[in-house]
């Protein structure tokens, strides 16, 4: 429990009365000759600020033992579907932020990779491996997820699959956070580990975060970057170049890529006509919002209703 209590002190940036939080959901999974897995989520009553963290802990190789990796994780969340009579199709189909029962969540996530494990990795390797090149010596560094560690860990925690595939799939995904884990090593610089300098301030990261909020909150209105910018007190240049290390796209891409999904939950779903899908997301020519519709989804919107 001291693991979860110290990785917890540095995610939540005030002190957490234990009555804070609730333990949720508990889940252990062991990958044959592989990795242990487990989740810890605790959901909260009242708003907590949470920074997402990771700590990396290595053992290196030492004469008749093998290096030794785990990668633990404690990242803001959410819950989805606590109705039992849920049917999950909401969530499954990538519309979590339409999930009605979902709560905020800390989630605590560790992946312990056995050492047999990572000696078959290094088996026909000659150069430096994994976190050798760092040190050779033991040690519990921590470090920021980077944003495909946390798409990542998102799958993780939300997915279908059982049994065999379960293992599988747990696998692959824990094998891609150890690759982005040894990425931000090899550069040698966690500071740059967004590629900006200034988002290693966290007063800066909140700024970028500001900014996608204020995108998704009004799709059906689209903002100038430079409106955007003076709203969360922050350089043009700075949002444009920030936002697309947080995010992995433009903000006229991410914006345009919402504002479709949403067009698209409101066609598919709630049944509306595409003219009226049109006027709600702003558009003041169907034949326009029919164009940028086909360029998200492959599909014109009349065509997505006939499906």
């Not at 889940?27 to 000759?33: F, G, T």
């Not at 979902?102 to 989630?107: M, T």
């Not at 088996?123 to 040690?139: C, V």
């Not at 949403?262 to 702003?282: Q, T």
């Amino acid at each position: 429990m001291k693991e979860v209590q110290d990785i917890l002190a540095l995610a939540i940036r005030q002190p957490a009365m234990s009555d804070q939080l609730q333990l949720a959901e508990n889940d252990a999974v062991a990958v044959p000759d592989c990795l242990d897995f487990t989740l810890q989520r605790f959901t909260y009553d009242r708003p907590l600020p949470v920074e997402d963290v990771a700590m990396v802990v290595y053992q290196p190789a030492k004469r008749g033992q093998t290096a030794a990796i785990e990668l633990r994780y404690c990242v803001a969340g959410n819950k989805y579907c606590q109705n039992p009579g849920c049917t999950d199709q909401v969530c499954a189909g990538g519309h979590k932020d339409n999930c009605v029962q979902k709560s905020p969540s800390i989630d605590m996530i560790t992946v312990r990779f056995q050492p047999s494990f990572i000696q078959s990795l290094q088996k026909g390797s000659t150069n430096s491996t994994l976190f050798d090149m760092q040190s050779r010596k033991p040690f519990v560094k921590t470090i920021q997820p980077s944003t495909k560690s946390k798409e990542v860990l998102e799958q993780m925690v939300h997915h279908n699959y059982d049994g065999a595939l379960k293992n599988i799939f747990l696998q692959s995904k824990a094998l891609e956070l150890l690759l982005f884990s040894s990425d931000q090593f090899v550069q040698n610089d966690t500071d740059d580990r967004y590629g900006c300098r200034f988002l290693t301030q966290l007063e800066d990261r909140e700024k970028i975060e500001k900014a996608r909020d204020i995108l998704l909150e009004q799709l059906d209105a689209p903002i100038t970057i430079r409106d955007l910018a003076r709203r969360v007190a922050m350089n043009e240049c700075y949002l444009k170049k920030g936002f697309k290390a947080m995010y992995g796209t433009t903000i006229y891409d991410y914006f345009q890529k919402e504002r479709m999904e949403k067009a698209k939950s409101l066609l598919y779903e709630r049944g509306m006509s595409v003219s009226e899908v049109a006027i709600l997301m702003g558009y003041s020519c169907i034949s326009h919002f029919s164009t940028a519709f086909k360029k998200h989804t492959g599909l014109k919107p009349c065509e997505l209703l006939l499906r």
